[in-house]
């Protein structure tokens, strides 16, 4: 999924979809960090990774929780969702979060058999 995709199905959802699929989100993202503890992987690379990948972490449950609390202030969706995109595009994790928010949007949980 494209983060330009991504964003068109985030805005098409109701509000209790987008808080369910934003508390995947969060997880699936912790998901794809593990990435970074492959072998294959320096150091440099693998702090970079986890860098970038706490910093959408940050973004999404920031958002996540003044979705719950119901705080007017909280950034309007399509702004959210390109602050997560130019985040993603700055952390060099677009596909991180392109696989992370396919996931959280699946009925399928990531690691299932299909």
Same mark, same amino acid.
């Given at each position: 999924?494209?983060?330009?995709?991504?964003?068109?199905?985030?805005?098409?959802? #109701?509000?209790?979809? +987008?808080?369910?699929? &934003?508390?995947? /989100?969060? %997880?699936?993202? =912790?998901?794809?960090?593990?990435?970074?503890?492959?072998?294959?992987?320096?150091?440099? #690379?693998?702090?970079? +990774?986890?860098?970038? &990948?706490?910093? /959408?972490? %940050?973004?999404? =449950?920031?958002?996540?929780?003044?979705?719950?609390?119901?705080?007017?202030?909280?950034?309007?969706?399509?702004?959210?969702?390109?602050? &997560?995109?130019?985040?993603?595009?700055?952390?060099?994790?677009?596909?991180?979060?392109?696989?992370?928010?396919?996931?959280?949007?699946?009925?399928?949980?990531?690691?299932?058999?299909?």
């Amino acid at each position: 999924m494209t983060n330009n995709d991504a964003k068109t199905a985030f805005l098409s959802m #109701s509000p209790n979809r +987008k808080a369910r699929v &934003l508390s995947l /989100l969060a %997880h699936n993202l =912790t998901i794809r960090a593990r990435s970074a503890y492959l072998p294959e992987l320096n150091d440099d #690379s693998a702090r970079k +990774k986890l860098c970038g &990948l706490n910093e /959408l972490l %940050h973004v999404v =449950t920031g958002q996540l929780m003044h979705m719950v609390s119901e705080d007017a202030k909280r950034y309007p969706d399509d702004v959210f969702m390109d602050i &997560l995109i130019e985040k993603a595009q700055m952390g060099q994790c677009e596909v991180d979060l392109g696989q992370a928010f396919e996931w959280s949007t699946s009925s399928k949980p990531p690691g299932t058999a299909a």
